[in-house]
């Protein structure tokens, strides 16, 4: 992985490809690895960019980061696309936080995008209840290091379950293990600072519906964070938007079928050069 210096943190990043940039955003409390599958595969005449988060993965969470809101993320990825000399317009790629943090993109780098994916994920504000959970989850991923070996074990405890559609939990046991091994391996304080982010994050459905650039969203048919009947409108509200559904995946059909998410994404892409 290569890194870089950005703003007040340094991030790391895994490249492949040449040709016209596609940027990867990935969930939470995920790494850029959430992505091999698909970028291994290629996608010819695509150079394809896949960070991790700053205090996710191995970039650095600078000191005394209490929140990283998603406009901070997108920041990032602003400044890291500078890094790079990268001049160009590129196609933005988020999955659930990943794709709160895309929106962010989008409403203050316009200029920047030549088109945006949503992957799993969402327009609207948490619930009272889901931002009240996410600051308990918080409290506890700062201060419960006693967990084996702290309370990103937990965290995949009860996420994993609600991840994966029934066909890859019962015949996928690696690809299982895989996240759950992302997920453990993260910074809790990253986590922690993150998930106040995205309690903190503000609707986009009037963006979505502005945005005058194409517009992919993709959904697992099991996916029980961002079902199929929420995400679908999504690509109706979009003025160039288009939905495409994976069969036997939940929240992450780019590591349980990545080749039909590949296939989406390259159709999508092929379009738009
Ligand atoms: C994610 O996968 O990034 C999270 O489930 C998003 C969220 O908690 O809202």
Redesign the pocket.
């Known amino acids: 992985m290569k890194s870089y210096k950005i703003n007040d943190t340094v991030l790391f990043v895994e490249e492949s490809g040449e040709g016209f940039p596609v940027l990867f955003i990935h969930?939470?409390p995920?790494d850029h690895s959430i992505w091999s599958r698909v970028c291994s595969r290629g996608i010819p005449g695509f150079r394809l960019i896949a960070p991790d988060l700053r205090g996710l993965g191995r970039s650095e969470l600078p000191d005394g980061a209490g929140t990283t809101t998603m406009e901070q993320f997108a920041d990032d990825l602003y400044a890291l696309l500078e890094a790079m000399d990268l001049t160009e317009k590129v196609v933005v790629v988020g999955?659930?936080?990943?794709g709160?943090v895309a929106m962010q993109f989008a409403r203050k780098y316009v200029d920047k995008l030549a088109g945006i994916v949503l992957c799993?994920?969402?327009t609207t504000t948490?619930p009272p209840e889901v931002a009240e959970n996410r600051r308990i989850q918080a409290e506890n991923l700062r201060t419960k290091p006693a967990f084996l070996p702290n309370y990103l074990n937990v965290v995949a405890d009860t996420?994993i379950p609600k991840l994966f559609a029934a066909k890859t939990q019962a015949e996928r046991p690696e690809i299982v293990s895989e996240l759950r091994s992302i997920i453990e391996s993260n910074n809790p304080l990253g986590a922690a600072a993150a998930?106040l982010g995205?309690a903190l994050r503000p609707d986009t459905t009037e963006l979505l519906q502005q945005l005058d650039v194409p517009v992919l969203v993709v959904c697992g048919s099991e996916d029980q964070?961002s079902p199929p009947m929420e995400m679908r409108p999504l690509a109706g509200l979009a003025k160039r938007g288009r939905y495409v559904e994976i069969a036997d995946a939940g929240?992450l059909p780019v590591m349980e079928q990545p080749e039909k998410f590949v296939e989406a994404l390259a159709g999508f892409l092929g379009e738009l050069i």
């Not at 999955?95 to 990943?98: E, H, I, K, R, T």
Request: glycine share 12%.
């Open positions: 969930g939470f995920f999955l659930s936080m990943g709160y799993n994920t969402k948490d996420m998930t995205m964070f929240h």
